[in-house]
């Protein structure tokens, strides 16, 4: 508590003087008749003061500043960005009002900065006709409450603007500064505005200091160098991708100076999914995106970090919060804070413990998190999203919950891509993906770490193979068994090229579920299919089975599961007959799975769909035979390598073509 008798005043007409938008405050300076007086004054006070003077002139009406300049029974309230605020410009508050009670709080006394201690001398004050001024980082959770509701003048202030800068930099350093841009100082500290503006320097000097320190404000922060800015993410999904795009927009637009942090709505979020799917990771892209820095805190550190008393918890939770907020805008990870118990749910004999706890995290969050001086963006990450206080993700706190599901193949693809760097550069990494699809990101990170170990220990260069014996189990079947799953895919792959029915993307002989390998495609045919369409697919998927018959036996291989060659190919047929009016019959018959029905208990059914099949596949066994050069050589290839890439399959086919075998069949037009 500070009075206005014990202070040094600086003329008032500083403070109070109206300047216009477009006008130097420091023309209309000196044109006041006691300038020379003022200046001298001015050069005694710190710059710190200064600023927070031009700031609070530039924020206050005219009308307030004139109105606080006397005895007037008003309650003010100052709410500014965060700790470091508060003294610099309460002593700016203290020079241009005077005040029966002035109090400062800045959140460090757990026992002193709280909404119900003070309330009876700001009553005696206001009572009294004194002016009673408050100014504090979290208004709403450290002044006294009665001072909250009976503001008469509540002013919240943001970054210095180009008048405030220019008008302090002219009464410090006696030069003008030149052209100021809009939202130079924009997120910086304001020990560090003020530190750029130095006595005995130029005022050009000084706005190039500015410059530089808000160029470095927007450069990645330290410690996120592995990581990759938002942009070059992969696999987190489309509705968390969408609201980091816009919360990185809208950021710039803050930090450009044409919007307020406190506009930009739903900041705060909870990510959820399984352990690897990269919840913490995505977080720290976010902070290195958004040029501010990151606090990274797990609930459970909390417990660990300290004895696990009440008070030494509360006090934890106190000092993160505090230090995030004294360095926004920046990035709060909440890890595991599922960690927190539902206050619903806690067992009632530690509800005394928990509930003060999660009640105190709840308060701390709001005050971080709410108000025109807050400027954190708060995640809080979690692997049991149902296990979450309902309080915790209201709206105005964390919000919502987005899960992050595993990555896809084009999303593996992509996080391979970027922890390999710069090896295997021009090597089609979708194959290797394929055969990793359903993994986490840890773990894709993590086959590209062993890869490089691998073949940095044979010091050599990494080889697609180094990464595929991370990604695949080691082959334990012999070379002959490996050629004929390579003939039984490349027969997929050259006559789905041939009749045009599909567009290979990759092949493998790698195990994968109940298949011995595995061809991924993409399938030309539309949603609405003609009797051809589906001829052609059906070959494709029986030629696997026809190059089995040619270089050795038909075998269980194309069958027996569910979603095997021949159990497609069949139902694929009786649908035609059933379904989709594509069997020589208009009548409707039933869905798929009815069709299917109909091909286990109808024997005139189950024969139509017979008799197409065998024509079909003796369809495929001509083909294969007729470009059995070809799938022998994309099979040995893929013997050896174990995936290929799509295009590495047409490249074979295509030069093979050239070479002379005249008689293969051109994709036709789909």
């Known amino acids: 508590m500070t009075k206005s008798a014990d202070k040094p005043q600086l003329p008032r007409r500083l403070a109070a003087a109206s300047i216009p938008a477009d006008a130097d405050p420091f023309d209309a300076f000196l044109a006041e008749p006691n300038a020379s007086e003022m200046m001298a004054t001015a050069a005694n006070s710190r710059v710190t003061t200064l600023l927070a003077m031009a700031m609070l002139q530039d924020a206050m009406r005219p009308a307030d500043l004139k109105r606080?300049?006397?005895?007037?029974?008003?309650?003010?309230?100052?709410?500014?960005?965060g700790p470091d605020w508060v003294d610099p410009v309460a002593r700016a508050l203290n020079r241009v009002g005077v005040w029966g009670d002035f109090l400062k709080r800045s959140g460090e006394s757990r026992t002193q900065d709280r909404p119900d201690v003070g309330c009876a001398a700001v009553a005696e004050a206001l009572g009294a006709g004194q002016n009673v001024g408050g100014i504090s980082n979290a208004p709403e959770r450290y002044l006294p409450s009665n001072l909250m509701a009976l503001a008469d003048i509540r002013v919240d202030l943001g970054s210095p603007s180009p008048r405030a800068l220019r008008s302090t930099i002219r009464l410090a350093t006696g030069s003008r500064p030149g052209p100021i841009k809009p939202g130079i100082a924009a997120g910086l500290p304001f020990a560090t505005v003020a530190g750029c503006i130095r006595r005995g320097s130029s005022g050009r000097a000084c706005v190039r200091r500015i410059e530089n320190a808000s160029r470095a404000l927007s450069s990645p922060p330290q410690g996120l160098d592995d990581v990759p800015f938002l942009k070059d993410c992969h696999g987190y999904g489309d509705e968390v991708m969408r609201w980091s795009q816009g919360l990185v927009s809208a950021m710039a637009e803050v930090r450009a100076g044409t919007r307020h942090m406190s506009s930009v709505e739903e900041r705060h979020i909870v990510l959820a999914g399984e352990a690897g799917v990269g919840k913490t990771s995505f977080a720290r892209s976010l902070a290195k995106s958004l040029g501010v820095p990151?606090?990274?805190?797990?609930?459970s550190a909390w417990f660990a970090s300290t004895g696990g008393y009440l008070n030494e918890i509360v006090k934890q939770v106190d000092m993160v919060f505090c230090h995030a907020v004294a360095s926004g805008p920046a990035v709060l990870l909440l890890d595991e804070i599922d960690a927190l118990p539902n206050r619903a749910t806690v067992d009632s004999r530690h509800r005394d413990y928990w509930v003060p706890i999660v009640s105190h995290i709840l308060t701390a969050l709001d005050s971080a998190v709410s108000g025109a001086s807050s400027s954190l963006i708060v995640i809080g990450t979690t692997n049991f999203p149902e296990r979450l206080d309902e309080a915790l993700v209201r709206p105005g706190r964390l919000n919502r919950v987005i899960r992050i599901e595993r990555p896809d193949i084009p999303a593996i693809a992509g996080i391979l891509r970027h922890h390999l760097?710069?090896?295997?550069?021009?090597?089609?990494?979708?194959?290797?993906?394929?055969?990793?699809a359903g993994a986490t990101g840890a773990e894709v990170a993590g086959w590209a770490k062993r890869a490089r170990v691998s073949a940095r220990a044979a010091r050599r260069p990494m080889a697609l193979a180094d990464l595929v014996a991370q990604v695949a189990p080691a082959e334990t079947r012999d070379y002959e068994e490996v050629l004929a799953v390579a003939r039984h895919e490349a027969g997929h792959c050259v006559v789905g090229h041939m009749v045009g029915s599909i567009e290979v993307q990759a092949v493998s002989t790698v195990p994968t579920g109940p298949y011995a390998g595995v061809t991924r495609s993409r399938v030309r045919v539309r949603s609405s299919v003609t009797r051809r369409d589906l001829d052609d697919y059906v070959t494709t998927l029986l030629a696997g089975r026809a190059a089995d018959a040619l270089w050795g036996s038909v075998h269980s291989g194309a069958a027996g599961q569910?979603?095997?060659?021949?159990?497609?190919?069949?139902r694929l047929v009786a649908a035609a007959h059933a379904s989709y009016g594509l069997g020589g019959s208009l009548a409707w018959l039933g869905?798929?799975?009815?069709?299917?029905?109909?091909?286990?208990?109808?024997?005139?059914?189950?024969?139509?769909?017979?008799?197409?099949?065998?024509?079909?596949?003796?369809?495929?066994?001509?083909?294969?035979?007729?470009?059995?050069?070809?799938?022998?050589?994309?099979?040995?290839?893929?013997?050896?390598?174990?995936v290929m890439a799509g295009e590495e399959v047409r490249q074979i086919i295509a030069a093979m073509t050239v070479r002379g075998a005249s008689d293969l069949v051109a994709p036709r037009d789909t």
């Open 294 to 299: 990151l606090h990274a805190t797990s609930v």
């Open 68 to 81: 606080i300049s006397k005895a007037a029974g008003l309650a003010v309230v100052i709410g500014v960005p």
């Open 591 to 642: 869905s798929e799975d009815e069709a299917m029905q109909m091909v286990r208990l109808d024997p005139n059914f189950r024969h139509r769909v017979e008799a197409d099949l065998t024509a079909l596949q003796k369809r495929a066994d001509a083909l294969v035979a007729e470009h059995a050069v070809v799938i022998d050589a994309v099979a040995r290839r893929l013997a050896t390598q174990r």
């Open 421 to 436: 760097g710069d090896d295997l550069r021009n090597v089609d990494l979708g194959p290797v993906a394929a055969i990793g």
């Open 562 to 570: 569910q979603g095997s060659d021949l159990a497609t190919a069949t």
